[in-house]
């Protein structure tokens, strides 16, 4: 489960933001002015109608960020959209697609 303190809160607005688009997920993030990055994941309904395949999806997305938390620099706001296609990718895929479109944008140090 990640921690409180790096879950983005619902009412916080991305002013100023960058978008990037993947075939798993889109992602609007901005700088903020904390010492820790934040996280927010937005699954529709129009991805599954099942609460439970929508809460997997999330869980699995988390997680994933939760392992590559210490190479992500903080100071980021980061919503993620996550898309259809993202019920049939395994764990391990999902990892290295967030991997290699968040080095590209530089949201990435790898260590």
Do not use: W
């Not at 607005?13 to 993947?22: A, I, M, P």
């Not at 988390?62 to 590559?68: A, D, K, L, P």
């Amino acid at each position: 489960m990640l921690a409180r303190e790096y879950r983005l809160p619902a009412q916080i607005k991305l002013s100023h933001s960058r978008f990037f688009r993947t075939d798993l997920f889109s992602v609007k993030y901005t700088k903020n002015e904390l010492p820790v990055s934040r996280f927010a994941f937005l699954v529709r309904k129009a991805i599954d109608k099942r609460a439970v395949v929508r809460n997997r999806i999330r869980r699995v997305f988390r997680s994933c960020i939760e392992q590559s938390l210490n190479q992500i620099p903080p100071g980021y706001d980061m919503l993620f959209f996550l898309e259809k296609g993202i019920i049939d990718v395994t764990r391990d895929e999902v990892l290295g697609e967030i991997g290699k479109a968040l080095s590209e944008k530089g949201l990435l140090v790898l260590k």
